[in-house]
């Protein structure tokens, strides 16, 4: 049973091409994020929404924009892809200061 | 800001040999400390934590101890096995905005040989 999940797992897309990466846990978190994972593994938080509202956006382009339907879903459309897009996604959920990440997005742009 | 060092990695162990991986912090307040792992091709997953001072956090045989004083909260295991092969994240928990949010260390790759 998959608390968090993402679609696609691996995304190989052009520069300029707009898409998206869909999340959702079933674990009645309340609050969702999403993290960047480059290719020295470091991850850095992009978003945190707490029951579809946005509370972090740490300095990310506006080029991504997460959108909230509901509190188990959090999905992350990117326009204009560059290059320095390729990374690993993750989509995170939380309760009581522990967090569930999903499997990562790998994200190739060419 | 808040931030998390540990030790470069990679590091190679063979089996059964002692782990330490290295992490220190800087943060206001007493933030809760947390060790993630990830193993090849998934996402992270909480290994240990410990919220206060002196608290000591265990799993799977790693363990880890809050040490204010010295601002470290250093991963430790006894003997370690080819299957605990991952990267290990340091990481702090610090609010903003009335949200939970995660700062993480680089990450240290774990190598265990037979």
């Known amino acids: 049973d998959t608390a968090v999940s993402q679609t696609p797992k691996y995304l190989v897309t052009q520069m300029g091409n707009d898409k998206s990466i869909k999340c959702e846990q079933n674990?009645?978190?309340?609050?969702m994020y999403w993290y960047k994972q480059d290719s020295k593994k470091f991850l850095k938080i992009m978003f945190s929404y707490n029951n579809k509202e946005l509370i972090i956006n740490e300095t990310v382009p506006n080029r991504f924009s997460p959108k909230s339907p509901d509190k188990a879903h959090l999905n992350l459309h990117i326009n204009s892809l560059e290059l320095g897009d390729s990374a690993v996604y993750f989509c995170a959920s939380s309760l009581l200061s522990e967090q569930y990440f999903g499997p990562g997005t790998r994200l190739t742009v060419t | 800001g808040d931030s998390v060092t540990q030790m470069e990695g990679p590091v190679t162990l063979s089996e059964e040999a002692f782990l330490t991986i290295n992490c220190t912090y800087t943060a206001t307040g007493y933030p809760s400390l947390f060790w993630y792992v990830q193993y090849p091709g998934e996402g992270l997953q909480l290994l240990l934590k410990a919220t206060k001072a002196d608290d000591k956090g265990s799993n799977k045989g790693f363990e880890a101890t809050y040490r204010k004083e010295t601002t470290s909260f250093h991963l430790e295991k006894g003997s370690v096995q080819v299957s605990d092969s991952a990267v290990y994240f340091c990481a702090l928990e610090g609010l903003q905005g009335g949200s939970e949010k995660l700062v993480f260390g680089k990450g240290t790759k774990l190598t265990v040989n037979p």
């Open positions: 674990l009645g978190h309340d609050t």
